[in-house]
């Protein structure tokens, strides 16, 4: 909260300090970096100091914001229920070619609890493929479910998982 001082003014013989607080908000879910809502917002207040009036400008604006941001934050989890959460999945590796990549896709669709699987980028050249997944359980149960899977698959026996962080992973294969 950024609260401005406004001044001092005189009323009705009293002193009252006048004060406009600046909200900016941002909801991040910290499981997989989706942006849950943004709202920003200003409100004023006055009081007999100064301190006071920004104390009330501060919780007027966060009073404000809170709403909406309540309301973006219930409709995020009923959408994340009904669709899974997103992974982007980065595989890499100076072998892998357009049959690995086929079957690697291939492997993920055949998860269970894998609700929608976008091919976001393949450059041949470089040996890197994008690919975005939504998955409905945990975070750690995806990678878990897709490790298994790919151990099996004698094609992705040399696999590595790269430095990983929220719900972006980062796969090699030697």
């Known amino acids: 909260v950024n609260s ?11 002193i009252n300090h006048a ?5 900016v908000i941002k909801m991040v879910d910290t499981a997989n970096g989706q942006v849950l809502g943004y709202e920003q917002g200003s409100e004023s207040a006055v009081g007999n100091a100064a301190t006071v009036a920004a104390q009330r400008s501060s919780a007027e604006v966060g009073v404000v914001i809170g709403k909406t941001l309540s309301n ?11 669709k899974g959460y997103e992974y982007v999945i980065f595989f890499k590796g100076a072998s892998l070619n357009v049959k690995e990549k086929t079957f690697f896709i291939k492997m993920l669709r055949e998860l269970e609890g894998t609700t929608n699987i976008n091919e976001r980028s393949w450059d041949m050249d470089a040996h890197v493929l994008e690919v975005v997944v939504s998955y409905k359980g945990s975070s750690d149960e995806f990678k878990e ?8 698959d004698p094609l992705f026996a040399n696999f590595n998982e ?3 962080k929220g719900s972006v992973i980062n796969l090699i294969l030697n």
């Open 162 to 164: 790269a430095k990983s």
């Open 72 to 82: 973006s934050m219930f409709e995020y989890i009923k959408n994340r229920e009904k």
């Open 145 to 152: 479910t897709m490790f298994m899977q790919m151990w099996e």
């Open 4 to 14: 401005v001082y406004n001044g001092e003014e005189v009323w009705k013989g009293k």
């Open 19 to 23: 004060t406009t607080s600046n909200l």
